[in-house]
Structure formats: C-alpha cells, structure tokens
C-alpha cells in the first residue's frame, strides 16, 4: 500500500513565524503536490514536483515555497505565516496510474 | 476561474436509496475525472475515476456518468449507507499537465437512517 505521512496533524504558529511543512512518500513516486483545502473552495493546488529539485507554482503559490531534496520527501515552506494561511495542507503523490494521487492525512494549521 | 465545479455544497440521502453527485467542467481538454471521498481530518481517497473515451464506469456501489456534450460527470452511489457520509470531490486532469488535478469545491452527503 502507498503511504503518504505528514510530519504534524495540528500544528499551531504565530503570525510571521516561518513554518516547515513535511510531506514523505514510500512508495517511489515521482510527482508530488501539495494543496490547501478550505470551506467553500475545495483543493487548491501550492506547488508540485515532478522530480527531485524540480517544482512548479500552482495556482495559488504566494506566500509559499518549496524544497524537494530528495524523491521521497516534499517540504512545504510558509516563509512569514499570516492568518490567511490557516487552512488544512494537503500532500499527494502520483506513481504509474496516470492521475491518480495518493494523499497524506493532512496538516491542520492556525496562525495566530 | 472555476474549471470543475459542484454546485451542490450539501446532499442528504436517506439510508438504501441513491445518492447522485454532480460535477460540470468548462475546460475540453480535461480527459479523465477521477472522484474522491474524505472523511473529516483525514486526506481524500481515491473512488473511482472515468477516461473521457467512455461514458461511464463502474466499480461495486459507485458508478461514474460522464457526458462530454454537456461537460458533465455523476456519480451514482447505489444504496447509499451511513459511512458513506464524507465530502465527495470531482477532479479532472488534462494531458500534458504532469498529472496535475483540477479538484472541485466538493459535496458534503450526508446518509441519513
């Protein structure tokens, strides 16, 4: 079974802190993706990676970066938190099924 | 722009009977949908997904409609019981979008006794 881990379930920080985000896969894959799911708007992609040290912005990327080392592990960076990015982070991975992610558990956080 | 949306943000069945999700796209180079389930604090899980070269796939319970005329996609849960109360999500991905998903803003169901 793929399994998609996120570093923290709940995660609480303060308003301008800088937030690491990590997101580690098992089973190979070469795509990874990180979304935050809000009330209202559904999934909205942040970045992804189709290989190691590669990344691409998504649709709402501001406020955001990534680091993508090594091909199992996908870290979300929150450079300066703002309460407008309190929101459930979603990670995924994609392996040989064309489309189909494999998500992790997600993170919930709150700035404050 | 919203390109996959469900414009239901909430459904209630009640136990035994169908469930249909809606979901419409505007975007014609989308070629496969996929539906996902999430349960509160959990990640989505995949459920079924279409290739936009059928109209419509199954898998025990859930079948998936797609009409391309329409750019529409259902998913039909047949009978619907009180675990599958989740949020249902409709995704759609594209060639050349390296496997990228557009998701929609999901449906709550809820499966009534």
């Known amino acids: 079974d793929v399994k998609v881990t996120q570093s923290s379930r709940y995660l609480v920080k303060r308003t301008g802190e800088k937030v690491f985000l990590e997101c580690v896969q098992d089973m190979d894959h070469e795509n990874m993706f990180w979304y935050r799911q809000d009330p209202g708007l559904g999934l909205r992609l942040i970045y992804f990676?189709?290989?190691?040290?590669?990344?691409e912005k998504g649709d709402i990327p501001e406020g955001y970066s990534v680091s993508r080392e090594k091909k199992e592990r996908f870290s979300l960076i929150l450079e300066s938190a703002s309460t407008n990015q309190t929101s459930m982070y979603l990670c995924?991975?994609?392996?040989?099924?064309?489309?189909?992610?494999?998500f992790g558990p997600g993170t919930r956080l709150t700035v404050t | 722009d919203q390109q996959v949306k469900q414009n239901s943000p909430s459904l209630s069945v009640q136990e035994g009977r169908i469930s249909i999700l809606n979901c419409d796209y505007t975007n014609s180079m989308f070629d496969y949908f996929l539906w996902y389930k999430k349960y509160p604090a959990e990640g989505p899980t995949f459920l079924i997904s279409i290739s936009s070269i059928k109209d419509k796939n199954e898998d025990g319970r859930f079948t998936v409609f797609l009409n391309k005329s329409a750019k529409h996609l259902s998913l039909h849960i047949v009978p619907s019981q009180p675990g599958d109360s989740a949020v249902y999500f409709c995704?759609?991905?594209?060639?050349?979008?390296?496997?990228?998903?557009?998701f929609g803003t999901g449906t709550q169901l809820k499966v009534e006794l």
């Open positions: 990676s189709y290989d190691v040290k590669m990344k």
């Open positions: 995924a991975s994609t392996g040989t099924a064309p489309y189909e992610q494999y």
């Open positions: 995704a759609a991905g594209r060639p050349g979008g390296g496997n990228k998903l557009t």
